[in-house]
């Protein structure tokens, strides 16, 4: 019998990030213009593109069985779903997506207690009320359509609170944060029946492995060199690696082979000192995943 795993795809922000990393986990997904049903290259999945905002609350009523979507609006819905894993990437970047109290430069407000009794606009009210209301702060929040950014510019509210990734669109608007509320990044949830059914988990767990691999592998390399058998210990000592360098025997040698897993930032500053120390033959190259 075949089956299918009905997986969810963030609209949006997160959108072209999530496309371009099943890409690297090993999936082709296509998205055609003003289509919501992206195709993809597994008999075994099928893909709708779900506002983030939404997925959640799709996963929890088993619409879909799991979805990508950034860990506010699962908090912000508060639904009940399994959260399989936390990946770490954003709209640019591979940092967290950060939701900050923001007020205009010249805004007297220096602490969250200064806004008591005053008005906050946000996208993320279920999140703002309960964050204030736990601190005993007494806001008024007010639900955003999206510019929010413009409205506190504009006074049509004393503070925002707004999702950053760069803090570009704060330095535009001439804006100050005044203190970071919550970070998130996407997750991969699923719903609570799909995660119990055997062939389901399965399906799921291998979209987990690889993806977290994907993105494990980014900026990493592997090098891989020859070094005489007297030099091992010195090179050894000097060599990065995930868990410990391999060490080979070469055929009919003296020499032996050692290879090892690094950051590629970490490659310019060792090379020089591996050549040092007697290797040979030096290589780098490029990893798509590490498990
Ligand atoms: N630079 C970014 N800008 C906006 N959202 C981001 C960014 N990086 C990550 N995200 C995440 O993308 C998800 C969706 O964001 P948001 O609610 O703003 O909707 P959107 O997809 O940007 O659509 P809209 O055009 O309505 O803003 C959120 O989970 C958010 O944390
Ligand atoms: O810190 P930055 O990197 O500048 O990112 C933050 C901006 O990005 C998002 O806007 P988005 O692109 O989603 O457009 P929107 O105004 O339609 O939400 C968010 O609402 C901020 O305005
Ligand atoms: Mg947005």
């Known amino acids: 019998m075949s089956r299918l795993l009905k997986l969810g795809i963030p609209k949006g922000s997160l959108e072209q990030a999530t496309v371009d990393l099943f890409r690297k986990a090993g999936w082709d997904i296509r998205i055609a213009s003003r289509n919501y049903f992206p195709a993809i290259d597994d008999d075994e999945i099928s893909c709708s593109l779900i506002r983030s905002q939404e997925m959640s609350k799709y996963v929890e009523r088993g619409t879909i069985d799991v979805g990508i979507a950034g860990r506010d609006w699962v908090v912000e819905n508060d639904s009940d779903v399994e959260i399989i894993s936390d990946l770490v990437y954003s709209k640019v970047s591979r940092r967290p997506a950060r939701w900050v109290l923001v007020v205009t430069n010249d805004s007297p407000v220096r602490k969250l207690e200064d806004l008591g009794g005053k008005t906050i606009s946000t996208e993320l009210v279920g999140f703002t009320r309960r964050y204030f209301a736990d601190r005993g702060i007494d806001v008024n929040v007010e639900f955003s359509w999206g510019a929010t950014e413009a409205k506190v510019v504009e006074g049509l509210c004393d503070a925002i609170v707004e999702v950053t ?28 029946q799909s995660w119990q059914d055997p062939w389901k988990r399965c399906k799921i767990e291998q979209l987990h492995t690889l993806l977290e691999a994907a993105l ?39 020499w032996v082979s050692v290879e090892t897993v690094l950051h590629e930032k970490e490659v310019r500053c060792i090379i020089p000192e591996l050549v040092r120390l007697g290797a040979q033959g030096v290589i780098e190259y490029p990893l798509t995943k590490i498990i």
């Open 216 to 254: 494990r592998a980014e900026k990493m390399v592997g090098l891989k060199m020859n070094v005489p058998h007297d030099r091992v210990e010195d090179i050894i000592r000097i060599l990065p690696s995930l868990n410990r360098p391999t060490v080979a025997n070469l055929y009919r040698s003296e």
């Open 165 to 192: 990734e760069t803090g570009s669109t704060i330095r535009a608007n001439n804006l100050r944060i005044v203190e970071t509320l919550m970070e998130s990044t996407p997750v991969i949830l699923a719903n609570r």
